[in-house]
């Protein structure tokens, strides 16, 4: 069983920063997928950014050049670093895993972003 334990998210204003991090546990295999999803009240949940185990990373074209993700694979943790934050980035933000094509998902985390 895998579980996913997030942590960073809360309040900040425009234009600030916050790092997110999900902690992986669990039946982990050496190949894998992580990454963000974001969802937003009313709308759809959408993909953020992800990164596969060798450090292979895609993002959305509304966070390039703003968010950042790496990973730390002995540790199984993702980090999501965000800069220059804007309102609409406010959402839940969920950690992702996905290990041989089966999806899991963390519990979310706030980031409200004031104007």
């Known amino acids: 069983q895998v579980q996913l334990v997030e942590s960073g998210g809360g309040l900040v204003q425009a234009g600030g920063s916050l790092r997110l991090s999900c902690a992986a546990s669990g039946s982990i295999f050496s190949y894998n997928v992580m990454g963000w999803y974001r969802q937003a009240p009313g709308k759809q949940r959408e993909l953020v950014a992800s990164?596969?185990?060798?450090?292979?990373?895609n993002y959305r074209d509304f966070v390039k050049g703003r968010f950042t993700i790496s990973r730390d694979n002995a540790k199984n943790t993702v980090y999501l670093q965000m800069n220059s934050l804007k309102p609409e980035d406010t959402a839940v933000y969920y950690c992702w895993l996905v290990i041989r094509g089966l999806h899991h998902w963390g519990q979310g985390t706030q980031v409200t972003v004031s104007s």
């Open positions: 990164i596969t185990s060798g450090d292979s990373t």
